[in-house]
């Protein structure tokens, strides 16, 4: 039989490695939202990417859906303290979304049904690091979780993984979004504990 001590083993000692500084663990879900939950009929929904030369592209429900599906897991971090490991989605990654965009842009200003919006630079949209998600956990996402779909770009705060989200507008200024014109921080690096304006 081998002594092992669970403390130097696997999941225990990894998870905390993966917990950035400030936060803790949660098994459950959180919910936050800044109001009441939109309902978009899918035959309705349309996901858009609004170039800074005007130009628009758009992809309805069922084109949305046929597009290449990846089903990143990630550790997700809230601002509020809490983080959820290993969370698994489906969904679109931007960088399908973004292969026939032409734009020089630097800058992304998501925006959902419902009025939120977030910013973040275009760059921490492309390389496999976000999707536009509308599965968790193997099922629709939820209403109350974004469903249809949401933007997941788990490497930032969550509050930068906009729900129910409609379009992403590429702009040459930052124009800050609906938090972080509330004092949250512009870029939100977890592991920096880029919670606040000025940290
Ligand atoms: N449209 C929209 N997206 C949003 C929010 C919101 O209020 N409205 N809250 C943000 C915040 S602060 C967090 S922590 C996560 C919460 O996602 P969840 O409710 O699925 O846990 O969504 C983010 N995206
Ligand atoms: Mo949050």
Same mark, same amino acid.
């Given at each position: 039989?081998?002594?092992?001590?669970?403390?130097?083993? $696997?999941?225990?000692?990894?998870?905390?490695?993966?917990? @950035? @500084?400030?936060?803790?663990?949660?098994?459950?879900?959180?919910? *936050?939202? %800044? !109001? @009441?939950?939109?309902? /978009?009929?899918?035959?309705?929904?349309?996901?858009?990417?609004?170039?800074?030369?005007?130009?628009?592209?758009?992809?309805?429900? +069922?084109?949305?859906? +046929?597009? @290449?599906?990846?089903?990143?897991? +990630?550790?997700?971090?809230?601002?509020?303290?809490?983080?959820? *490991?290993?969370?698994?989605?489906?969904?679109?990654? *931007?960088? /399908?979304?973004?292969?026939?965009?032409?734009? %020089? %842009?630097?800058?992304? =200003?998501? #925006?959902? #049904? $419902? !009025? #939120?919006?977030?910013? =973040?630079?275009?760059?921490?949209?492309?390389?496999?690091?976000?999707?536009?998600?509308?599965? #968790?956990?193997?099922?629709?996402? +939820?209403?109350?979780?974004?469903?249809?779909?949401?933007?997941?770009?788990?490497? *930032?705060?969550?509050?930068?993984?906009?729900?129910?989200?409609?379009?992403?507008? =590429?702009?040459?200024?930052?124009?800050? !979004?609906?938090?972080?014109?509330? $004092?949250?921080?512009?870029?939100?690096?977890?592991?920096?504990?880029?919670?606040?304006?000025?940290?």
């Amino acid at each position: 039989m081998a002594i092992i001590s669970r403390g130097f083993t $696997g999941r225990r000692r990894n998870d905390s490695d993966r917990l @950035p @500084p400030g936060q803790y663990l949660v098994e459950d879900f959180p919910v *936050l939202s %800044a !109001g @009441p939950t939109p309902r /978009v009929p899918l035959d309705r929904w349309e996901f858009a990417i609004d170039t800074e030369d005007g130009r628009t592209h758009r992809w309805t429900w +069922a084109e949305f859906m +046929a597009l @290449p599906q990846e089903t990143p897991t +990630a550790d997700i971090h809230c601002v509020t303290r809490w983080s959820k *490991l290993d969370t698994e989605w489906q969904g679109v990654s *931007l960088d /399908v979304l973004f292969e026939d965009v032409e734009s %020089a %842009a630097e800058y992304a =200003l998501v #925006y959902s #049904y $419902g !009025g #939120y919006t977030t910013n =973040l630079p275009v760059d921490d949209l492309l390389d496999g690091k976000a999707w536009i998600v509308h599965r #968790y956990g193997g099922e629709e996402l +939820a209403p109350q979780h974004g469903g249809p779909a949401r933007l997941l770009v788990p490497h *930032l705060y969550f509050w930068k993984s906009a729900k129910w989200v409609r379009g992403i507008r =590429l702009l040459n200024e930052d124009w800050p !979004g609906f938090w972080e014109t509330a $004092g949250y921080h512009n870029y939100g690096n977890p592991w920096r504990e880029q919670r606040y304006e000025g940290d």
